[in-house]
């Protein structure tokens, strides 16, 4: 090989090197405090073998896949814990389970209860910062049978359960979040009908759903408030922001039910967020509305869940008049949508009009040969950096999911994980990709 061959090699290896580092050291100026975590929910997590009587484990036996025990969270959460300082996080949302806390009506489990104190402290020694979700689309079965969230007289079942988990674990807690998402468990339950209780098209049950599910926010952040700690917790709702987008915008088959989603599923409950006002409806089926006590906060934070933008196209079929898709030149993520990094850019800057700290309580990719992932984390963070620095209050940022689980209607197919999961031996790998997002919580660290 000829001397100037080598030398031009040199460069050029020293070139792509330099400009690898350039790309990986990107930096995200935080504010001081920030947490970088990871969520997950239990029953995604520990699977129908430990939260056994509920509405997801009864839905579950008209479904191919089964959770079966999952990663099995409930088991290995300390060595997991040891997984999170592996990765250099700070703060874990995590869900706790009322169906296998309040098994029968009235009936506490101290058991359970003192597991997730177990928990808690165990997170806590480790300098990780508990933040917990009361509710995660799963529940009871009694609770479900008395007509869940659709029956408003119920609310104050779930109040009840709160106030119990908040005694137990208010003390040690300061972190918490009301219900994931009602927007898309009304969604998903009573007009797609791929969650339980599996109705389809029922406009009128997931508008009471939704009302009653803020009803009970309302309720909680109040009664939770009140409580012996509850001057020190930061209470929270968790909202998906979901904007519908037309494929082709002049089309109304798609306009139309863009317009009639984003108003169920986005501007209804942030009006709500903003004036304690909710109303939705559609023209002839009615409409319901609620208003939160005037003069008085509804939360401490708001929870902002972010995926991507959900651009639907119209078909000729009548049983999917409707899909999700995206466009030619966009990269695709597993589920039906892609990357959509500006979204959540906007979804910042709009949220951050509520003038409350704001936690990206979770954002992730199912992407299961881990090609995408690097480049998700990159220009997600990248625009949650850009609002940052414009001045948006985001106190933390949450990374969907810790390891793959149980993807809901979807079994097993979807890998949102840094560790991907051998669930015959429940070992944990973790994925090259997770290294980015362990670098930048390193160097967000150094700069602080
Ligand atoms: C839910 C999670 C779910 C994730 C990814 C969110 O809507 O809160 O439970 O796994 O999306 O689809």
Redesign the pocket.
Known sequence: MSKSVTVFSLFLSLFICLGIYAHAIERIETPHDFLWGV?L?EY?NSGAACCSDSNWSNWEKFLAEKSGNACDFWHNYADDITLMKQLGINSLRFSVEWCVIEPKEGKFSKAALNHYKEVCNALINAGITPMITLH??VHPQWFEEKGGFEKRKNIKYFERFCVVVFKHLGDCVSLWCTI??PT?YAFQGYIRGVFPPGKTGRFPSAFRVLCNMLEAHTRVYHSLKALPHGDKAQVGF?H?YLVFQPYTSWNPLERIPGLLFNNLLNKSVLHFLKTGAFKVGIPILGSITYQAPPEKPIMDFIGL?Y?SRALIKAQLSLTEPLIATHYPDEVMTD?PYAMYSQGLYKAIKDINQLKLPIYIT?N?I?DANDDRRETFLREYLSAMGKAIAEGCDVRGYYY??LMD?Y??D?GYS?K?GLYAVNRKTQERFLRPSAHYYKTIIKQTGDLA
């Open positions: 969520a929910s995604q995660h689309f994931n998402e898309i968790v998906q869940n995926y589920m979770e992730g199912a969907w999911l689980n993807e809901w979807m979807m949102f």
